[in-house]
């Protein structure tokens, strides 16, 4: 029998098994952030790693997926028919760069900091109100456009108590500019949870203008191809 090539992108959260409507006679386990175990429903449980699968199993119209671990798994699974591949649907499978703003919080004069707390095996939304499944953050930008006279200054700090720590040294300072400078942004590949602190360079100074970004691998949520009716 021939049939379609579907993909369905998820999280799972742990130790949670989510049955997940697919059609076909193999699955393979595409893209995830640990291992995990898979089955056509009523079958035996296999534990897969991420870009393996099985092939030739009884036809079946639903995949169980385990997660036992003690962290969300952001998944990916493609099922379709040992004599029928769809290749339309590879651009689909392809994982996404998403760009993610910072949300700054006033601490007091002219401090502010913004927390950056890894998204990664998690569903987050962007600046324009769509869903990703993030895979892994890729880097965190940073860049300090204008401070009038004095150039204002971005710290990134370890992430402690939803603040700053700022008990220890920065992992990093990004200057700003004088008023009329474009400066790059600066990149940092991290993963983990940070903070990053902007004091202005003039105290109460307002025309500080720049931005703090997380870049992430991300999937679209949910199924590409022909989902099931």
Do not use: C, H
């Not at 004095?150 to 990134?156: A, G, W």
């Amino acid at each position: 029998m021939t049939g379609s090539t579907v993909s369905y992108s998820g999280v799972i959260g742990p130790g949670q098994t989510l049955p997940i409507a697919l059609t076909g006679t193999d699955i393979s386990l595409v893209v995830a952030t640990a291992p995990l175990f898979l089955r056509p429903t009523g079958q035996v449980w296999n534990l897969f790693q991420p870009g393996t699968g099985m092939r030739n199993q009884p036809q079946f119209a639903q995949v169980e997926v385990y997660n036992q671990t003690t962290n969300a798994v952001t998944f990916q699974l493609l099922a379709s028919f040992g004599d029928f591949v769809d290749r339309r649907l590879l651009p689909n499978l392809q994982l996404s760069s998403v760009v993610l703003p910072a949300s700054w919080t006033f601490i007091a004069g002219t401090e502010f900091y913004a927390q950056l707390v890894d998204k990664s095996g998690s569903l987050f939304t962007d600046a324009n109100g769509l869903q990703w499944n993030a895979v892994s953050r890729q880097a965190i930008s940073i860049q300090v456009f204008s401070g009038g006279s004095t150039p204002p200054v971005y710290s990134l700090y370890a992430y402690s108590d939803l603040v700053p720590d700022v008990t220890v040294p920065p992992l990093a300072m990004v200057q700003g500019t004088t008023a009329g400078g474009l400066p790059s942004p600066t990149m940092f590949a991290l993963n983990g949870n940070y903070s990053v602190k902007l004091v202005a360079g003039t105290a109460g100074t307002t025309n500080v203008a720049g931005s703090v970004f997380e870049i992430y691998t991300a999937l679209a949520p949910g199924y590409a191809g022909n989902p099931p009716n």
